[in-house]
């Protein structure tokens, strides 16, 4: 079992800019991919980031150039910059892991960003 902490949601003005934590503990060895999701009201979840053991990343479209994902493999921790936020980016923001066959999600941190 791999259990994953979520830290760093809150309200920020647009335009702001906040960095989301996760911390893994438990079973780690063999993570091979940490990410971060996102849902909001009456839409179904969607990624928005992930990173990969080789450092490989990837991001939705509509946080290129604005979000950033890095991981401190000492601390097992995933982290996602967030800057220029935009109102359309209120949500509840999810960490996952992959590891092996089985996927497992942290307990979502809430991100709202005023217009």
């Known amino acids: 079992q791999v259990q994953l902490v979520e830290s760093g949601g809150g309200l920020v003005q647009a335009g702001g800019s906040l960095r989301l934590s996760c911390a893994a503990s438990?079973?780690?060895?063999?993570?091979?991919?940490m990410g971060w999701y996102r849902q909001a009201p009456g839409k179904q979840r969607e990624l928005v980031a992930g990173i990969t053991s080789s450092d490989n990343t990837n991001y939705a479209d509509s946080v290129k150039g604005r979000f950033s994902i890095s991981r401190d493999n000492a601390k097992n921790t995933v982290y996602l910059r967030m800057n220029s936020l935009k109102p359309e980016d209120t949500a509840v923001y999810y960490c996952n892991v992959l590891k092996g066959g089985s996927r497992y999600w942290g307990q979502g941190t809430q991100v709202t960003v005023s217009s």
């Open positions: 438990g079973n780690i060895f063999g993570i091979n991919f």
